[in-house]
């Protein structure tokens, strides 16, 4: 069986100050972990995924994640957070061996001008 | 940007009607999916296909929904008798290109179907 938490249902943030969006994840075998971003009335967009190697990755728009292993955690960072940054945010795990993506319940990201 | 794309963007039917819902995934792409989002609701797997079979399959999908790849470009999930529980946003996704990232799923923009 394979889950993800995300303990915030919204996260306020000022612009320009730097934001974090709480993942934490279970799956039995090897974890492939994805951000998505949902904009009112729009499909997901894909933001970044670890798949293997280096525990921090970057993706688009300025986001970034880190793969901690022993805290099973997957947060999304963003240095400097911008207005256009507001949307629902999806924290993603596969277990490799299998096709099933589970998602999160969503954290509404609120910039505020 | 090769993107997935779905057909309608908003479907209305009666209870007990059939729908068929249309998507066109990434044309080198090897997996389809099916997901649903019910209003205010996480996203949900429904079914994975691959090889022009069903995969993986989530105890959401029963009997009442099918899928099919009717060609080499549309990929299609009937929802044979639908119920009010059924209105959800409908999203589909679909992975593995020959070559370059092959574990990213891309979605497309969903189809919003109603059941009245």
């Known amino acids: 069986a394979q889950s993800v938490a995300q303990p915030e249902d919204q996260v306020n943030v000022a612009e320009g100050n730097p934001l974090t969006v709480k993942c934490t994840y279970s799956?039995?075998?090897?974890?492939?972990l994805f951000w998505y971003v949902q904009y009112p009335n729009r499909g997901l967009q894909f933001l970044l995924k670890?798949?293997?190697?280096?525990?921090l990755v970057k993706g688009s728009y300025g986001f970034e994640a880190e793969f901690n292993k022993s805290q099973t955690s997957f947060h999304l960072k963003k240095p400097s957070a911008l207005v256009s940054d507001s949307a629902l945010y999806f924290c993603?795990?596969?277990?490799?061996?299998?096709?099933?993506?589970?998602f999160g319940t969503g954290t509404k990201l609120q910039v505020i001008p | 940007e090769p993107e997935v794309t779905q057909t309608p963007s908003h479907q209305v039917t009666q209870m007990g009607q059939e729908v068929i819902l249309r998507c066109v995934p990434i044309?080198?792409?090897?997996?389809f999916y099916w997901y649903r989002q019910i209003l205010g609701q996480k996203v949900e797997f429904l079914v994975s296909?691959?090889?022009?079979?069903?995969?993986?399959k989530s105890e959401i999908f029963d009997d009442q929904f099918s899928v099919e790849r009717p060609d080499g470009s549309n990929f299609t999930l009937k929802i044979r008798s639908t119920k009010l529980e059924d209105s959800a946003m409908y999203f589909c996704?679909?992975?593995?290109?020959?070559?370059?990232?092959?574990?990213?799923?891309?979605f497309g923009p969903g189809t919003r179907l109603l059941v009245l």
């Open positions: 996704a679909s992975r593995v290109p020959p070559y370059g990232d092959q574990e990213t799923q891309y």
């Open positions: 799956v039995s075998g090897n974890p492939y």
């Open positions: 670890y798949i293997t190697g280096d525990n």
């Open positions: 993603a795990v596969r277990d490799g061996g299998y096709q099933k993506v589970t």
């Open positions: 044309s080198n792409h090897l997996y």
């Open positions: 296909f691959y090889n022009n079979e069903i995969s993986e």
